[in-house]
């Protein structure tokens, strides 16, 4: 057996249960050939590459199971995390509108929704920039901010028409406010940009209109390999996307035959509310299609409500200070009862984005109403969020078998997104109920840990930092998970979630070669700290994808 790669030295948390400590792994035809100890050096013939890791931890690599490949797209707009005040945001702008002379549109990122202390309009974004078009973009990508010039180039100054949940809010002028709520209110923004086509699944669940060129295929790749790159520098080598189509999936192919991917990517067929049940012959077919170890679908992704910032996520209860308003579920009760047993009988899972307790409920009750029509199955339905959860639908997550996937940096205070303000959204009695996580697994839940990039800082070690650190809410109990199963969450768990199992997220003798190994012993580093550690090495397949600059190994 010639074997390509050996790791020795290394302090190996593995993720396995029959073996979950090591010190070395070696790797041959993308696959791991070996785990143990002295005795797998032994293994090493004349090409095979040793890597002595210096008592660093060795895991496998991280799962990403619940991101954007559109991320791509957004590291090359203007980057607003942590910016505040109308100074600093005219100062942005002004250096960035100065290096991008030909951008239709100044696209920025990662606004909070204070960032000027008070609801943005489009006449404070005149103010910041009046002769160009620009558009700022919360930090959850729920909500979009435009100046008049942009609103007026993409035809909604003066409002436009839009499915339930989504609004171009109208000011008392009778205009446009500047604000734009959900996808398919800011699609013609994007439109304007430049950069919809790769927005298309997520908001419309639609592919590309007509034939996309050989140089648009190009820049949409481009936009992938740019993500791709910055995942592989965190140790990421299994991405689950909830954005993307058919298009999407064709692209990957392309890229995989050319030995161009970085990670192992799923890709999910978008439902839409005003979508009829045949639709899903699309998802069936994208299932069908694409089933590889590097590229494939067989999940569907919907959206029940929004996000509890813009007060789009559908709640139980009323909003603070909003008697009345508690949002509405995206799906009718029956009609999504309905649509989650089709996709069941079917046999492929279902990801919901349920952010209010209500959308939770919702969901739930859809999940359940599939199981009793078809009967149970190892589907591993998903929940992806849940921001706010009623007491009495925490024990059915485990009781269904239903997924928590969970995002460490959304919890506010404990990563970018700031405690500041979420006593407007969250009453204080409810802040019991938020963000739970330990909670969910001691009931029973399933996990699966995320970053939800580009809406936070995709580094999986800054969110096990979140993970581990993050404070209590007032009233609330200690929400924090330990080490060990943070990083499961990151590696078996994610796996788990994905039906991938049998491929990745484990150190285990025949499973794929996805390793990362970190910059230093994640068991022996404060918490505190380890967000700030590195990543010196990502290997994919059995592929280098990443070697930090001063690792030699």
Known sequence: MLVDMILTDAKVLTMDPLQPRATAVAVAGGRIVAVGGAEVAALAGSGTRLVRCGGRTLLPGFVESHMHLFGGVELQ??????????????AAFAGFAAANPDAPVLMAEGVEYGILGHPVTRADLDAVLADRPIALRAMDHHTVWCNTLCLERAGLLHGAAMPPGHEVVIGPDGLASGELREFEAFDPVLALAGVARMYLGIAKGAEPAGLVSVAERAVDNAHIARG????????????????????????????EAAGRLLQRVKVPFHMKPDMALDELDRASAMAADFQGEWVQSGFVKMFMDGVIDSR??????????MPGHRSEPLFGAERFKDICTEIDRRGLQIAVHAIGDGAVRVTIDGYEAARLRNGPRDARHRIEHIELIDRADVPRLGALAITASLQPPHAPGAMDFPLEGMEAVVADHRLPDAFLCKTLVDSGASLAFASDWPVTDVSVMRGIQAALTRVPYAGAQDERVGLMAALRAYTAGGAWAAHLEGLTGMLRVGLAADLVLIDGDIEALPATRIGQTAVALTVCGGKTTHAAGGFVG
């Open 77 to 90: 707009h203007l980057q607003l995390t942590g910016v505040t005040g109308m100074a600093a945001l005219r």
């Open 228 to 255: 791709m790159q910055h995942c592989a520098e965190r140790g990421i080598t299994t991405l689950v996307s909830m954005d993307g189509n058919r298009y999407t999936l064709e692209l990957l192919a392309e890229m």
């Open 312 to 321: 789009t996520a559908y709640m139980l209860q009323d909003y603070p200070g």
